[in-house]
């Protein structure tokens, strides 16, 4: 009993200070998109966002990935948004053929230590040869 009461004002001294030396960190978020270059219309097409942070980005960061198609005028075909993780995986079909526009960001949370970011890739929809 003697030495369990020193241990746990010790861990409840340590537990404070190892929270706000995580808040007040400046974590910077990079954005990775693995995405299809050409397809056809009405093929599913699969696009991965990886955020890069410096640490667990899913501990750290409490925001999350949105993806955002447009087509040529410039209009939002699809969105989505899904939590932070090691690794999110977008799947849809596009069904207009023309030159697309993939975004994918990271779109922050409440009290986030982790900027924002943004990738941009363009998308190319082939009509099918008949």
């Given at each position: 009993?003697?030495?369990l009461i020193?241990l ?9 200070g190892?929270?706000?030396?995580v ?66 995986s ?17 779109q ?23």
């Amino acid at each position: 009993m003697k030495k369990l009461i020193p241990l746990l004002v010790g861990a409840a001294l340590l537990i404070p200070g190892g929270a706000s030396g995580v808040s007040a960190a400046d974590y910077s978020t990079d954005v990775a998109m693995r995405a299809p270059s050409k397809v056809t219309v009405g093929e599913k097409i699969r696009v991965v966002v990886r955020p890069r942070t410096a640490g667990d980005s899913e501990v750290v960061c409490t925001g999350e990935l949105v993806l955002v198609v447009k087509d040529e005028a410039k209009d939002v075909v699809k969105t989505a948004g899904k939590p932070v993780r090691d690794r999110v995986s977008f799947a849809f079909k596009l069904r207009d053929p023309g030159t697309h526009r993939l975004v994918a960001r990271y779109q922050r949370g409440e009290e986030d230590p982790c900027s924002e970011s943004r990738e941009r890739r363009a998308l190319r929809v082939f009509k099918r040869k008949a």
